[in-house]
């Protein structure tokens, strides 16, 4: 049985018009993913939708086959479903470790979650560094190693990234891009979203194409970077969209 | 001096009760980003309810805390779960609640004058119209036990929020109410408490303004001008700032009220809110929040 379905789901923001039109995916455990297609094809809704920040208009959300529709992103969360959405979206006056203290909200075991905060260091060691900071004066890679490491606190099943590398600077984008790489080795799926469709399909091992809300095609991420065909099809659109 | 020392600490003992009705109002603003316009009339529906316990059960005002602090705080909730959470999807949220709270404020406003007339009330404890003498320090007994206990509630918020679990949800839910979710806090409930939590500091505002100032329904448009400038010289949603905004602009009153006479201690909060904001338009602890 598949982690995560994702069946005909339909979904959008508020009154307005559908921004998911019978969209269908499936996440495989221990298979890293990247999402990528033009603005406006739904992928942070996507992510939004499964997290339970979005409720669907219709379709399915399945966890291991339940029916997860209708959830709150903190029982989301509890099932092992973990976002990190784009704008390093974290808490700019208390300290990195008080930070990393929060993402273990839901977890009552003090000596875990310090365990966990430790292996959080060692995977962050400039968070180490920085942990009597406030959160806030830190930079804005640093920043988005604190919501890696923060995810990282409550042990998830599958950690959802959703535009890693907006606004850094390439070479800080590449540290953030190996730390996620990392995530396998945890035990962690990891769904990426990534505006830049190359650098984030070298990434990962499965590449899904979004367009106008709902799946175009999907592959194996090096079958798509190594076919000309494909690239120019669904990367070079996105390229050249993502750069206006 | 010793005549500055006693305006300084007459200040500081209104303060320490400004402090705490602003308090909860920036509480509320800080985790629901809702400018409660009612908070003023919250606190006179405290001041009736101890002026009906101490006519009918002479029960001692600063008792009534007890009583009214958990009344509100169940007010709160109850408010909270039963409007709110429908506006939250609006995109239009912060103009409706402004609407929603002024609507409170005067229905709130009708019932008090329907149910206890529009005649001034006060309640008059024996310590209402005594004095003691510390050294040189004329201190009004009223305003020191309302004081102390105003600073007392202060700590405890403090403690709460600072070292419990569910305090610290408050404060990251205020920091970044998106982030608060992100890692697993259940912000509705989180706003649900912290509009009991700030109701119950009207709660007890009310019980303490009773006896320290006469009252009438249409008081509140009053206070809540008053609190609003308190708040917004602190910094919108910080505590801290509300404390220290309450407790300067409270002394600068007095002494102001002291200079050139009471007819000028009302306009000494805006002239001093003014002057601060030009030159610091966030407030003195605020972070340049948007709504």
Not at chain 1, 140 to 164: F, H, K, N, S
Not at chain 2, 86 to 108: C, D, K
Not at chain 2, 137 to 164: D, E, G, K, M
Not at chain 2, 277 to 285: A, D, K, S
């Amino acid at each position: 049985m598949a982690l995560l379905e994702v069946e005909d789901v339909v979904a959008g923001y508020g009154a307005g018009p559908d921004i998911l039109t019978g969209l269908s995916v499936t996440i495989e455990e221990g298979t890293s993913y990247c999402i990528v297609g033009p603005n406006g094809a739904g992928k942070s809704t996507l992510l939004r939708a499964i997290a339970g920040f979005l409720k669907p208009r219709a379709g399915e959300v399945r966890l291991d086959g339940v029916l997860m529709n209708g959830s709150r992103p903190d029982q989301m969360l509890a099932a092992g479903i973990c976002f990190v959405p784009q704008d390093a979206s974290l808490f700019p006056m208390m300290t990195v470790r008080e930070n990393l203290a929060m993402g273990g909200y839901l977890v009552n075991d003090r000596a875990l979650l310090r365990q966990r905060m430790d292996m959080v260091y060692e995977t962050f060691p400039i968070l180490a560094e920085r942990r009597g900071q406030n959160a806030g004066t830190l930079s804005g890679g640093e920043q988005q190693m604190v919501t890696l490491g923060r995810a990282l606190m409550i042990e998830p099943r599958v950690v959802m990234i959703d535009e890693p590398s907006l606004g850094l600077a390439p070479m800080i984008a590449d540290q953030i891009f190996e730390k996620i790489r990392g995530f396998g080795a945890l035990g962690i799926t990891v769904v990426l979203v990534e505006q830049n469709a190359v650098k984030g399909l070298e990434n990962v091992d499965w590449g899904i194409v979004l367009d106008l809300g709902s799946k175009d095609f999907e592959g194996p991420a090096d079958g798509i970077l190594a076919d000309p065909r494909i690239r120019e099809l669904y990367l070079g659109k996105t390229m050249s969209k993502g750069m206006t | 001096m010793a005549h500055w020392l006693q305006i300084l600490v007459l200040g500081l003992l209104l303060g320490g009760v400004y402090a705490m009705m602003a308090s909860g109002l920036t509480l509320l603003f800080g985790v629901m980003r809702v400018v409660n316009l009612a908070h003023a009339a919250f606190i006179l529906i405290a001041s009736y309810m101890t002026y009906a316990l101490f006519e009918g059960l002479t029960l001692d005002p600063m008792i009534s805390l007890f009583v009214t602090m958990p009344l509100m705080f169940g007010l709160g909730v109850g408010l909270y779960l039963l409007l709110f959470p429908r506006l939250e999807e609006s995109p239009r949220y912060v103009e409706m609640t402004v609407l929603l709270t002024f609507g409170l404020a005067l229905i709130v406003e009708g019932l008090l004058t329907f149910t206890f007339t529009g005649t001034f009330r006060s309640v008059r404890p024996e310590y209402a119209s005594t004095s003691i003498m510390i050294g040189d320090l004329f201190v009004p007994t009223s305003q020191l036990y309302a004081s102390l206990i105003s600073f007392a509630l202060l700590i405890l918020l403090w403690v709460f929020l600072r070292f419990t679990k569910t305090g610290t949800a408050i404060r990251a839910t205020m920091q970044n109410r998106a982030a608060a979710q992100i890692v697993g806090v259940n912000v509705r409930r989180i706003s649900a408490l912290s509009f009991g939590l700030g109701m119950s500091l009207a709660g007890a505002a009310g019980s303490l303004l009773s006896f320290m100032f006469p009252f009438f329904p249409a008081r509140h448009w009053q206070w809540i001008a008053l609190l609003l400038a308190l708040i917004v010289l602190g910094g919108m949603g910080s505590i801290k700032g509300a404390v220290i905004g309450a407790l300067l602009l409270a002394v600068a009153s007095a002494f102001v009220t002291d200079l050139v006479g009471p007819t000028w201690s009302p306009i000494t909060f805006y002239l001093t809110l003014f002057l601060i904001l030009m030159v610091r338009p966030q407030g003195l602890f605020g972070a340049k929040v948007r709504l």
